[in-house]
């Protein structure tokens, strides 16, 4: 008998909040890990020499590259394998490299450094995904999916204030940029055991089974989950073709990542660039931002996605397609600000909003597929996400930013982030497209 098929399907409350809080604590670290470059960008440019095309390229396509592509399979593996052994893994690999980032030298090794976190994290969000539906009933699985994606702002805002205050020498004159990649990189490494041996892996399908059972036919005792399918690549592939839902969603999702993640990594040199602030004061602000707004946004996309879902299932779609629209012109008004302060308050709102789409967005890919193809489907999505967010969105600012120093020099960020907000709209139109196909390709 495996370890899964002894372990209960319907888990107790307590123990699925320890999950969720442990896999919050491990996605919290992906994006500190991922993030903290953000910050050390100016510290990193002015030791390197490094332009802000080649900045784009370490924060961009350095790590997206293999995160996408490797997700994939891993993600196909943590289908048929224990998924708890993987991120334990993915966790340990990942944070190794965030602290051989502290030891390069010049662009190429950090660049690879940077492409090994990319490696690393590729096995790390996939099988979490899959692990929270099969804690949390269907009814439930929005709130808890937003809950594990505040890791996103938690995780980046940490990244924002480590590297702040390590690298602005708030710590120790002795501490710089180094220093930093290596004291977030090994405390990632110390959690990984911790987490496998908290973290049981859960009967695939198990509450999905139950909640089918329980809407058919109540009965006192929920049976078990059916006997492990285990579709090929090639099979997940094939369902996800016929579902044009998940395309729409999956493209406007990573079309409001192209800005989202690239405004995470330019808005502290934004900050520095066009106020003058030194590091600290800019980690303390754009930490806050990331950390309030982002975490707001997150949360109460979850909680209205759960609440209104559970009268239509299109809301699961609505609620972000509407936030999408709205983010546009509180990014305009946010980069256009005369102070910081002002620009602090104002960017408070587009970060909440342009977040919101995560946990009903989430759920609805857990939906479109069946349990056994939710790993593979997730992995899926974060090939887009992540080539087209992280990939193509941080280095197209930069790009655009490089393109715009000769007409508006020191302002340049100001005007690629303008810019790039536009991918908002776009977003938003591939949700309501999304919604004419959502009832016909829900599962169950």
């Known amino acids: 008998m495996s370890a899964a098929s002894r372990t209960p399907a319907v888990p107790s409350a307590r123990y699925r909040g320890l999950v969720l809080a442990m896999l919050f604590l491990v996605y919290a670290f992906n994006f500190l890990d991922r993030q903290i470059i953000a910050i050390l960008a100016i510290p990193i440019q002015a030791e390197l020499g490094l332009d802000d095309r080649q900045m784009g390229l370490l924060g961009g396509i350095a790590f997206a590259a293999l995160y996408s592509i490797l997700g994939v399979p891993i993600a196909w593996l943590a289908d048929r394998t224990s998924r708890t052994w993987i991120i334990t893994v993915s966790l340990t690999a990942w944070s190794g490299f965030t602290a051989l980032c502290g030891f390069a030298q010049n662009f190429w090794q950090l660049f690879a450094a940077r492409v090994g976190v990319g490696v690393g994290e590729a096995g790390g969000v996939a099988p979490s995904y899959s692990l929270i539906a099969d804690y949390f009933p269907p009814g439930s699985r929005a709130g808890a999916l937003g809950i594990y994606s505040l890791g996103i702002p938690v995780g980046s805002a940490c990244g924002v204030y480590a590297g702040a205050l390590i690298a602005g020498g708030a710590l120790g004159a002795d501490y710089d940029w180094r220093t930093a990649f290596i004291f977030v990189g090994l405390a990632g490494v110390a959690l990984a055991p911790i987490f496998r041996l908290i973290v049981r892996e859960p009967v695939r399908g198990g509450l999905d089974a139950a909640a089918k059972a329980a809407a058919e036919a109540p009965v006192p005792d929920a049976p078990s989950a059916a006997p492990e399918a285990r579709p090929s690549f090639a099979a997940t592939l094939a369902l996800l073709s016929r579902k044009p839902t998940f395309w729409l969603l999956a493209l406007g999702a990573s079309c409001s990542s192209m800005m989202g993640y690239g405004a995470f990594f330019w808005m502290p040199s934004f900050f520095a660039r066009t106020y003058g602030l030194g590091i600290v004061d800019t980690g303390w602000l754009f930490g806050t ?156």
């Open 289 to 444: 931002i990331v950390l309030i707004g982002g975490g707001l946004g997150i949360f109460f996309g979850g909680v209205l996605g759960d609440r209104l879902g559970r009268a239509s299932r299109k809301a699961y779609v609505r609620v972000p397609a509407i936030a999408f629209f709205l983010t546009l012109p509180f990014y305009v008004l946010g980069v256009m600000a005369p102070t910081p302060t002002a620009a602090f308050f104002l960017f408070l709102i587009p970060t909440a909003l342009g977040l919101a789409w995560a946990g009903p967005t989430l759920s609805v890919f857990q939906q479109l597929v069946p349990p056994s193809m939710r790993s593979v489907a997730s992995a899926m999505f974060l090939l887009l996400n992540n080539l087209l967010g992280i990939g193509v969105g941080v280095y197209v600012l930069g790009e655009l930013s490089t393109l715009y120093a000769p007409i508006f020099g020191d302002q340049s960020l100001r005007y690629a982030i303008m810019t790039g907000a536009s991918l908002y709209l776009v977003a938003g139109g591939l949700f309501l497209f999304a919604l004419r196909t959502l009832e016909r390709d829900w599962e169950g």
